[in-house]
């Protein structure tokens, strides 16, 4: 068991760097969009490793199913394929930026001292899910409605932004 | 619970082995000499019994297509709240009917604009 | 060996490096956005590991994930609107070149 989690974290996590270093150094974006897709699926692979079956469920169906259909789409209504996606004056700066961050960041991992709690929490989380959004005393209630706001701005302003007048 | 994911594992490596090997099983049968390679024209052509492309395949598309993604990504959100709602529906009660109807009275203003300004019709 | 917090952090501070560098680096405004994307993602991955790890009985982890796939899924919609709108003006969606309201 456990050592089937270690060898399935290993290769999803090298199939999600990977993919996400093809995203980032692929000149057709035709094909670094579909290594994003390929990256977020990994990435629900690595929800169910960690226990969040639910999340992985709503990252394939919103990542994978919906984000991933409006960029390629995106891709193809702006017809860029031909130049591809090369880099600005500002690479090297912003190698030196990614590499400082990611040394920080893993300099904090390593060196603080974690109060890790080992076993593995109840599954399904579904219902403790609902329960933490929609429950009246301690649910997020104001903020799934403002979500809606916000998805209503989205719907409006994207509708507007696009439409030929 | 854990384990029930490990049938999807084997379902998509099984899956990845049934693309490769399609893939590469042409390849090696004629790299061995196994199928014997006598091409012709029409066997070469892109849709042996169809019509022949015109143009450039990366074509500009047409921007009402982007509607249609727009509106099938907030109906996909929907989903994902709407799946645990209705999970626990019977702890929520009246008020988690009521928030789930006040979601979406607000969404449906939107699709109403959608549907208003005509955004999904073709002319 | 067992995996445990620090691989899954390492892993989500790699992404959202690898989306840094994508979204300073690149010229096209669709690439930027997916590079945002993958960074929102390793977000999510250090959410969930955190919840998994360190507060397994609260759920606001899993909560606050799914509020942002919400907002990052408005987010794609109106930027690749507002990409799509500069394109059909513009004819270009290379950032370098959209800087009409560069000081």
């Known amino acids: 068991m456990e050592t089937g989690i270690a060898i399935s974290f290993w290769i999803l996590a090298a199939v999600t760097i990977a993919s996400a270093l093809a995203v980032v150094l692929f000149r057709n974006i035709f094909h670094a969009a579909l290594f994003l897709v390929l990256c977020f699926f990994t990435i629900a692979g690595i929800f169910v490793i960690l226990s969040a079956d639910f999340l992985a469920a709503a990252q394939v169906l919103i990542y994978v199913g919906a984000i991933a259909v409006l960029i390629i789409f995106a891709i193809m209504l702006t017809r860029e394929t031909q130049r591809g996606s090369p880099s600005g004056r500002l690479r090297l700066p912003a190698l030196m930026v990614g590499l400082l961050f990611l040394a920080t ?39 799934f409605e403002i979500a809606a706001a916000l998805l209503l701005a989205a719907i409006i302003g994207a509708i507007v932004l696009v439409r030929e007048r | 619970m854990l384990e029930n994911f490990g049938y999807i594992g084997i379902f998509l490596i099984a899956a990845l082995g049934f693309a490769i090997s399609t893939i590469t099983l042409p390849i090696l049968l004629r790299r061995f000499h196994i199928v014997p390679k006598k091409p012709n024209p029409v066997k070469s052509s892109t849709y042996e019994c169809g019509m022949d492309t015109v143009g450039k395949s990366r074509v500009q598309f047409n921007f009402r297509y982007y509607f249609y993604a727009l509106l099938f990504v907030v109906f996909d959100i929907q989903v994902v709240f709407l799946y645990p709602w209705a999970v626990a529906l019977g702890e929520l009660k009246l008020f988690g009917f009521l928030e789930m109807l006040a979601f979406f009275s607000i969404l449906i203003v939107g699709f109403l604009y959608a549907w208003r300004k005509g955004v999904l019709e073709w002319k | 060996m067992v995996v445990g917090l620090e691989h899954f952090l390492i892993l989500s501070a790699i992404l959202f490096s690898i989306g840094l560098y994508g979204a300073l680096a690149k010229r096209n405004a669709v690439v930027i956005l997916m590079s945002i994307e993958i960074m929102l993602n390793a977000v999510n991955i250090s959410m969930v590991a955190f919840w998994r790890y360190i507060a397994p ?3 606001t982890g899993q909560v606050f994930v799914i509020f942002i796939m919400v907002v990052a899924a408005a987010e794609v919609a109106v930027g690749l609107a507002i990409i799509i709108a500069i394109y059909r003006s513009r004819e270009t969606v290379d950032a370098e070149q959209i800087d009409l309201m560069k000081w």
């Open chain 1, 105 to 143: 960041m893993v300099f904090i991992v390593v060196s603080t001292d974690w109060q890790v709690i080992t076993e593995i929490p109840d599954q399904p989380t579904t219902s403790a899910i609902a329960q933490a959004l929609f429950s009246g005393e301690e649910g997020f209630v104001l903020p």
């Open chain 3, 57 to 59: 009985a609260l759920m």
